[in-house]
């Protein structure tokens, strides 16, 4: 099995069953508020014209043209399929990160190495880096990632945490051997709808839509993205409050645990011992994402509103 957040299953089975609040992901936990589903969107297989209307909206908001953008079910789709579609046996994604990158291309055949400094992707028929890191927030500029796409053979850069830092983007210009990575569901809050969209070269995004096959996206996922990536108002006034949520929950949770690093959506604290630190959070009814290979890292998601940052609070002062 291999190791992610969101596995509330697992909180209850260890910790009964309960209100949870699951901080797990970098889920936004104040999401989008679509119009209601359409008739259409859900009775009918999506046409020609929705989907076009769906990469519009994408290519309107990460600045690239609409021949170059693939609509997928969720980046981790995109995830999947790209290690068949690029030449080579040597792999390397910047560590540590999500796990996905690396599981996917061993699956494929490849060989993975994990370094974890930018300098030894070089070399490499296909590197990885996610923009900014989950799950320590690790940022590169689009200059830093020029520079690195100019020494590997393919750079997939993964920036599903992205959308509250268009600064960091190479969305819209990047280098020819370049395929950008965005999630859909995280910054909107609807992971359930499994959307997210690669930004690559006319050529590589023809191949990509061509494996993915028909009808990659569903119905109600092309109509709630099409209004919600047109949605700046909403857009604009999320990134305000997760930055200041961000930073209450910093100031909540530092007196207790050292801050490693983050993003606008998860933060990323060091504890004597993460284990012990999940289980403490948990007796409260709040879910939290740990690591394997880490025995100190905890990570939570911003909380979606004010009784849930109490809750945080009552548990990290609580007596154990």
Known sequence: ????????????????????????????????????????????????????????????????????????????????????????????????????????????????????????????????????????????TPRQISQIADRVGHLIVDESFADPRPDLSVAGERPANVTVLRSFGKFWGLAGLRLGFAIAAPDLAARLAERAGPWSVSGPAIQIGTQALADDAWSDASVTWLAEAALHLDQIVTPHWPLVGGTHLFRLYHTPDAQTAQAKLAHAGIWSRIFPWHPHWIRLGIPGSRDEFDRVKSALTARD
């Open 1 to 140: 099995m291999r190791d992610h957040g969101g596995d509330i299953d697992r909180a209850a089975a260890g910790h009964g069953a309960g209100d949870w609040v699951d901080l797990s992901t970098g889920i936004n936990r104040r999401p989008y508020d679509p119009a209601p589903i359409s008739h259409h969107a859900l009775t009918a297989l999506p046409t020609r014209a929705d989907e076009a209307a769906l990469i519009a909206a994408a290519a309107r908001r990460y600045g690239a043209p609409a021949a170059q953008i693939v609509a997928l079910a969720g980046a981790s789709a995109a995830i999947q399929l790209m290690p068949h579609l690029i030449d080579g046996k040597r792999a390397a994604v910047l560590s540590p990160t999500y796990n996905e990158h690396a599981a996917s291309l061993r699956a494929a055949g490849w060989d993975v190495a994990q370094p974890s400094q930018p300098a030894q992707l070089s070399g490499a028929d296909l590197a990885v880096i996610v923009n900014p890191n989950n799950p320590d927030g690790r940022c590169f």
